[in-house]
């Protein structure tokens, strides 16, 4: 139902569009890379977004899969191998015609072990070479070593370069092509005039003449631009500006829910790390997870420090992930009785107002996490005097990104540490080089030689089963229950969930503002400027 | 003579700078989180991925070959690779010095010229109300981070210029009041008024000379400051300048540019700085 | 002048009175959360307001000031006793010296010293207290600070190596240490006073800086530097004007120094 609404608005709005502009809104770094193949920033994932065609579209209110330059698709039934049916008639933006031979060439050169390609790894379920084949000028078959769960939404990360143009990855298939980049300043992109897609009247979209990228790192001065009219939207603005711009114009501020980003901690639990045996006891005692956890008020973090503005999570999952999220699943309660009482079980005492273990050591451990982030540092504040509460003593330590980097993945010098998480992609395969014991990402015992625990044992077994099946209800379920174990186990503390917040001005129409990633300019082509106030939008 | 002094002065500015790039190279080679690198976090990338990441610095793990390779390029007016901002060094100072210069241009002048009309003045009238109100503005831009005034001009739309001239001017001022405080009090130039010199013969030819010295010692080592300062003027308001490029720089630990920016900083602090030693010595020569 | 002095005196001894009191005139704990108050107009409960988390700003603006009024002038002592050493003595001697320490200062000025500071960090124990990570902060930033006055000192020094004074105490047999710390370094004073009275708040802010790299003072100790760094955004300063309390009394102190060490001029 909300998809026909969604169509019969833009069909509306179709009608009603006024033609040429330009939008303008900033990138928050300066882009890294403009080759689509190694995005891995998000300056350049922007660009990669609003130039490149993608065979197929993951719809970003929907979350259903749409076809794009890929007007059909089958995967085989062991789910190694997809074939695509491709569309006929579209050019890219300097002339050049696509056909399957582009797809070959882009799968290759995307999953050439010699390029490091975040996305091209993605695609990486087993070691051995990947087969493209050309079956027709507008069919395509490509085979992979062994299954790849979730195969077909990885294409939505993938954009399409030319085989043959001479101007390589400057050819593009998207509806914006890179006309300008003034290093420092600005990255200017111009409508693609021989882009694909057509309006509901027949004319080729996009509306807008072009997008305006300024780079523009400073978010209050970001906000100040917007508040002036100098930039159309922003895609995602912090809890605090938010309530700010909230209050001075309330219809422009967008909070459209849950995201795929939150907040979590973890215990260092690598048995060669530089403290002592005591504390390794303690951060690999299950209760002592779940009594931190359960000390921890995730209510006041979303009040106080996100300003009503997240949700309490409840594991690795967020809400915004409609297939995925595991609905059985509750935030641990804030009970620092409960809290106290799986501390006695482990030999845990008060003496005055510290807590002590059976050993006679009081509890004190250090938090670290990225200095610069006031929200992150707001909640570290936080969960300290929580914890203090309880008698635990817990040192606060903000370090810049790198040496927290080093840290936490190089010399393991450190004790627990509180960090975000952000979800590139719906699907939990993704995950794997998180969930898996072995993996160099499974933070808290990172690259184990074999599974130290059976939780994990169980875990990394759940998760190859829901790699190597195509069903997605079944995979759901080895997924579900990987969920139910870690909100048991708690190796990570889940905190909060952030809502999706974003600016938009109200020239800018047909804005849809979505929980995923790029939340307010998914459907750049279907955007333009005017005054005319077209149904605002299936909000 | 003079070719060999000169040549001695030369080869010392060569060594000098040479051994402030190798320092440097040094503090940010062994620096915490050189190897690290964020994408470590994506959980997309496989094992041979993360390996290709950490060797991707093995060039610059053995530090005195990354610098005898540097240097060796740098002679032929190669300054590396930003691996940081995918661009060549030369390239990203050439264009970003435009942008510092005009910055620390308009912030010397401004803090200079303010600084010492308002010591001159406080000098001239002494008036405990005067030194009240001069103390107090002085604290003021003094406690107030750089950066917050730069914002606040920015939001009020003024001249974003002027913050790096409202952190100079209260330290020049602190200094030439006290020097020219301190110089009425000297024997000379209580001769002199005593004489009957007219005030501003007495300022010009007596006062002045005293103080020469070590305000230009303080105009030298005011460049340094002032690029201090633009450092988070430049972050903040998102000027595209060295001073940004010098951050962005350290929270990535991009050794190439680091090295050329050390190696540019020690060059044009040995020039601001020889030039006021010369200027000094030239006010010594003419009060024997 | 000399009531303007004494006035100076007296809000001196007041504030350090009271900021070494802290424990009896904060009326709550700096690190107690109000959560149900949080960014609270002043009020009677609050006479400051409270910040983002609910703490009590009045509270932590006393103890901040004990912190930052007890280690920042040390700190900047102990640069401008290094600078009054090296410059004074490079500027007296001359020579080969004198060439040598100012190689030594400018490549002291060129160095990217933010890269010790994260090496001091990474040295040091995450569970290291608050209190002792901001000594050592503020101990190196003045270990540190003294380049760019050194050279100003030298320039001061090598002007009187030629003076009458110099030239008087020399024919009277004075020598070496003692003409340089009894005759020379008096009448640098005004340089001298000049730089400690500069660095006080340049280290103070110095050390907000350094909290971005995880030195400084660590949460929930309040400092001026950290409470100052709230002013970096100025529209949250403008609609909680509270936030200005540590600068105003920032720059009360730095004023009655000021006054305080420039009342010598006025008298002679």
């Known amino acids: ?539 | 003579m003079w070719i060999g002094r000169i040549a001695r002065h030369l080869a010392a500015f060569v060594l000098t700078t040479l051994i402030a790039g190798l320092l440097g190279a040094t503090l940010v080679r062994f620096g915490p989180g050189f190897e690290a690198d964020e994408q470590q976090l994506d959980p997309r990338l496989d094992a041979q991925s993360i390996q290709a990441l950490r060797d991707s610095h093995s060039q610059e793990r053995n530090l005195l070959s990354f610098y005898a390779h540097f240097l060796g390029r740098m002679a032929t007016g190669d300054l590396g690779f930003s691996r940081s901002l995918a661009r060549p060094v030369r390239e990203l100072l050439s264009e970003r010095a435009k942008v510092t210069l005009r910055l620390l241009a308009t912030g010397l002048a401004g803090g200079w010229i303010l600084g010492l009309a308002l010591a001159v003045i406080a000098v001239i009238f002494r008036t405990p109300l005067f030194e009240v109100t001069t103390a107090a503005a002085s604290s003021l831009f003094l406690c107030v981070p750089t950066a917050v005034f730069a914002l606040l001009l920015f939001f009020t739309n003024g001249p974003v210029r002027l913050a790096i001239a409202l952190l100079i001017f209260p330290k020049v001022f602190r200094y030439a009041r006290n020097l020219l405080a301190d110089a009425y009090t000297q024997p000379h130039v209580l001769t002199a008024r005593a004489r009957g010199l007219s005030e501003a013969r007495v300022f010009f030819w007596h006062v002045v000379p005293w103080t020469a010295p070590p305000l230009l010692a303080l105009a030298g080592v005011s460049l340094g400051v002032a690029f201090g300062a633009a450092i988070p003027i430049e972050v903040l308001c998102d000027f595209p300048g060295i001073g940004q490029l010098a951050w962005k720089a350290a929270l990535a630990r991009d050794l190439p540019v680091l090295v050329s920016l050390t190696i540019v900083v020690a060059a044009v602090t040995q020039l601001t700085n020889s030039a006021s030693d010369l200027a000094v010595a030239l006010c010594h020569r003419e009060r024997r | 002048m000399n009531r303007a002095r004494n006035i100076a005196i007296g809000v001196l001894a007041a504030v350090f009175a009271v900021s070494l009191l802290a424990n009896i005139f904060a009326p709550v704990p700096y690190a107690m959360q109000f959560r149900d108050f949080v960014n609270a107009p002043a009020s009677r409960q609050f006479w400051l307001g409270t910040d983002e988390l609910g703490r009590d700003r009045w509270s932590r603006l006393l103890y901040g000031t004990r912190i930052s009024l007890l280690l920042a002038p040390a700190a900047a002592l102990l640069s401008t006793l290094m600078a009054v050493l090296i410059g004074g003595i490079a500027g007296y001697r001359g020579g080969w010296w004198d060439r040598i320490v100012l190689r030594v200062i400018d490549i002291f000025l060129s160095i990217p010293w933010l890269f010790l500071f994260l090496i001091v960090r990474a040295l040091l124990p995450l569970n290291t207290s608050p209190l002792a990570s901001v000594i050592l902060t503020f101990m190196v930033m003045g270990l540190l600070g003294w380049a760019s006055s050194a050279r100003i000192i030298r320039a001061g020094a090598q002007s009187l190596r030629h003076s009458d004074l110099v030239l008087h105490a020399r024919a009277c047999g004075c020598r070496g240490g003692r003409l340089l710390f009894a005759h020379i370094v008096p009448n640098l004073k005004p340089i001298v006073l000049a730089q400690f009275w500069i660095s006080i708040p340049t280290f103070i802010l110095g050390e907000a800086s350094l909290g971005l790299i995880g030195l400084g003072v660590g949460e929930p100790l309040p400092s001026w530097g950290n409470l100052l760094r709230e002013l970096a955004n100025p529209q949250a300063a403008m609609s909680h004007p509270s936030m200005l309390a540590p600068l105003v009394v920032l720059v009360i102190v730095m004023s009655c120094f000021q006054l305080l060490l420039s009342q010598k001029e006025f008298a002679s």
């Open chain 1, 1 to 539: 139902m909300k998809r026909l609404l969604g169509i019969l608005a833009l069909t509306a709005s179709g009608l009603f569009a006024q033609w040429g502009g330009e939008l303008r809104f900033c990138l928050r770094s300066e882009p890294k890379t403009f080759n689509p193949l190694m995005v891995e920033d998000e300056a350049s994932e922007t660009i990669r977004y609003l130039t490149g065609g993608v065979l197929i579209r993951v719809n970003r209110q929907t979350q259903e899969l749409e076809p794009e330059l890929a007007t059909a698709w089958k995967i085989s039934a062991r789910g190694q191998s997809i074939t695509l049916q491709l569309r006929q008639g579209v050019v890219f933006s300097d002339g050049t015609p696509f056909s399957a031979e582009d797809v070959a060439y882009t799968m290759r050169a995307l999953l050439d072990p010699a390029l490091h390609s975040p996305t091209g790894d993605a695609f990486r379920s087993a070691s051995g070479a990947v087969e493209t084949q050309v079956l027709a000028a507008d069919r395509v078959s490509i085979t992979f070593p062994a299954p790849v769960a979730g195969l077909e939404r990885l294409f939505d990360q993938v954009p399409i370069l030319s085989a043959r143009s001479p101007k390589k990855e400057a050819a593009v298939l998207g509806p914006f092509a890179v006309s300008r980049y003034t290093p420092g300043s600005e990255v200017l992109l111009e409508r693609n005039a021989h882009y694909w897609k057509m309006d509901a009247t027949g004319r080729r979209l996009p509306y807008l003449d072009a997008i305006r990228l300024d780079i523009q790192q400073n978010r209050d001065i970001e906000l100040m631009r917007f508040s002036r009219g100098e930039l159309h939207l922003i895609n995602t603005v912090d809890a605090e500006s938010f309530t700010r711009l909230a209050q001075q114009a309330p219809s422009q501020a967008y909070d459209a829910g849950a995201s795929l980003e939150s907040e979590m901690m973890w215990f260092n639990q690598n048995p060669n790390a530089p403290f002592p045996e005591y504390k390794k006891a303690w951060f690999r005692s299950k209760n002592f997870r779940r009594a931190v956890s359960a000390a921890i008020n995730r209510a006041d973090l979303c009040r106080i420090v996100y300003f009503g503005h997240a949700q309490p999570a409840a594991g690795p999952i967020s809400p915004a992930n409609r297939f995925w999220y595991g609905a059985q699943l509750k935030p641990h309660a804030y009970d620092p009785k409960e809290a106290l009482a799986r501390l006695r079980q482990e030999g845990f005492r008060l003496i005055g107002d510290r807590l002590c273990d059976r050993e006679g050591h009081a509890v004190e451990f250090s938090l670290i996490t990225n200095s610069g982030n006031k929200a992150r540092e707001r909640m570290a504040a936080m969960v300290q005097q929580d914890l203090a509460a309880i008698g635990i003593k817990m040192n606060l330590v903000t370090l810049d990104f790198r040496s927290l980097i080093e840290r936490i993945s190089q010399n393991l010098r450190y004790e627990a540490c509180l960090l975000g998480l952000t979800n590139y992609d719906l699907d939990p395969n993704s995950q794997m080089n998180v969930w898996l014991s072995s993996a160099n990402n499974h933070q808290w015992y990172p690259n184990q030689p074999k599974p130290a625990t059976a939780w994990e044992a169980e875990v990394d077994r759940l998760m190859q089963a829901q790699a190597s099946t195509v069903a997605r209800e079944k995979r759901k379920e080895y997924f579900d229950r990987v969920q139910e174990i870690v909100a048991d186990e708690a190796p990570f503390i889940y905190l909060v969930t952030k809502n999706s917040l974003s600016a938009i001005s109200p020239k800018v129409q047909n804005a849809l503002p979505a929980m995923i990633r790029p939340q307010t300019y998914w459907n750049a082509e279907n955007l333009f400027l005017g005054t005319a106030q077209v149904a605002r939008n299936a909000r």
